[in-house]
């Protein structure tokens, strides 16, 4: 998870200003911007060992375990957050998303689209996830419309249109798959996205020899 550094402070003080967090808590931030997740869940646990009513902290910790692929650990601390009262604002996306990859698409969609409708600058994470997310329950239809609207994002372009090509294969829709994945490779070539479709693309040629 290679956030800005004060894009993950603001997510996690809310409306408080980033200086007020424990030191702790500020390693377990820099550690998730440095994506070690572990080292960030230590982290955020010491601060919490501190001061149990720490909510920074403690939604940091789920934070680092959904980055670590912990997601049904991390669901459940993000509903802990909630019952406890937490407020932060990316709330619905960050427990939307570990619901999704824990198994439980039908919730984690409740939330990924509430957060979606609600217009907030970084909805476009939330229209790939639910990309990813109507596209395993075979709404196909709403999975293209999640992955256009994010596609005309820029930043979350490139990542869009590999999604969009993988839809399109998936529905047997090659031609359209196509024209999506040449449209990554004309417009972001040196993208995170462009990259892994070469990796794709090379494996696959091994596999053939």
């Given at each position: 998870?290679?956030?800005a550094l004060v894009v993950v402070l603001a997510a996690l003080s809310g409306s408080a200003a980033a200086q007020t967090l424990s030191d702790s808590t500020k390693r377990g931030v820099a550690s998730l911007q440095a994506g070690d997740s572990k080292a960030a869940f230590s982290a955020f646990t010491t601060s919490l060992k501190a001061d149990p009513r720490d909510g920074a902290a403690a939604y940091g910790r789920a934070l680092a375990l959904s980055a670590g692929g912990k997601n049904a650990e991390?669901?459940?601390m993000f509903a802990a957050y909630e019952k406890a009262g937490g407020k932060n604002p990316r709330l619905d996306l960050d427990f939307g998303t570990a619901?999704?990859?824990s198994g439980k698409v039908k919730d984690g969609i409740a939330r990924l689209e509430r957060y979606d409708a609600a217009g907030r600058p970084d909805a476009g994470e939330a229209k790939l996830m639910l990309g990813a997310a109507y596209a395993s329950e075979k709404r196909f239809g709403d999975a293209e419309r999640a992955l256009k609207n994010a596609s005309a994002i820029e930043?979350?372009?490139?990542t869009a249109l590999l999604l969009l090509g993988g839809l399109e294969a998936k529905r047997d829709r090659k031609a359209e798959s196509q024209t999506y994945l040449a449209?990554?490779?004309?417009d972001a070539p040196n993208s995170?996205?462009?990259k892994a479709l070469d990796d794709v693309v090379r494996l696959r040629k091994e596999a053939k020899k």
């Open positions: 998870m290679r956030l991390a669901a459940a619901l999704v990859r930043a979350y372009r490139p449209m990554l490779k004309k995170p996205a462009s």
